[in-house]
Nanobody, 127 residues
Framework: QVQLVESGGGLVQAGGSLRLSCATS????????MAWFRQAPGKEREFVAA????????EYGDSVKGRFTISRDNPKNTVYLQMNSLKPEDTAVYYC????????????????????RGQGTQVTVSS
């Protein structure tokens, strides 16, 4: 059974930091691209960041560039999202997703196209 379990969300003041984790099981983690998405109330799910199987390539959504960093630890089957300089508009439920690498060096922008998705963790940034 495949599981993606996010953790690390919470309430933080604007300008603060959080580190999200997504622990996976039931998959060969090292052959999956991993990504983070987020969804705020009343808005569509938004691409946040993605990382290649080896960690050698990353991509970020425009709204988080320079503030967020995605990383992965393949032996631990875990992907991380370090979020710095948080803003109230970063408030959302954050989801991780796994996409079996198919030879392409581009990331899918929609979570619905990923093979697996987690249940999400709430991040709330107060002003």
């Amino acid at each position: 059974q495949v599981q993606l379990v996010e953790s690390g969300g919470g309430l933080v003041q604007a300008g603060g930091s959080l580190r999200l984790s997504c622990a996976t099981s039931g998959v060969t983690f090292s052959i999956y691209n991993m990504a983070w998405f987020r969804q705020a109330p009343g808005k569509e799910r938004e691409f946040v960041a993605a990382i290649l199987t080896s960690g050698s390539m990353t991509e970020y959504g425009d709204s988080v560039k320079g503030r967020f960093t995605i990383s992965r630890d393949n032996p631990k089957n875990t992907v991380y999202l370090q979020m710095n300089s948080l803003k109230p508009e970063d408030t959302a439920v954050y989801y991780c997703a796994a996409d079996h690498w198919r030879g392409s060096y581009s990331f899918r922008p929609r979570s619905a196209n990923y093979d697996y998705r987690g249940q999400g963790t709430q991040v709330t940034v107060s002003s």
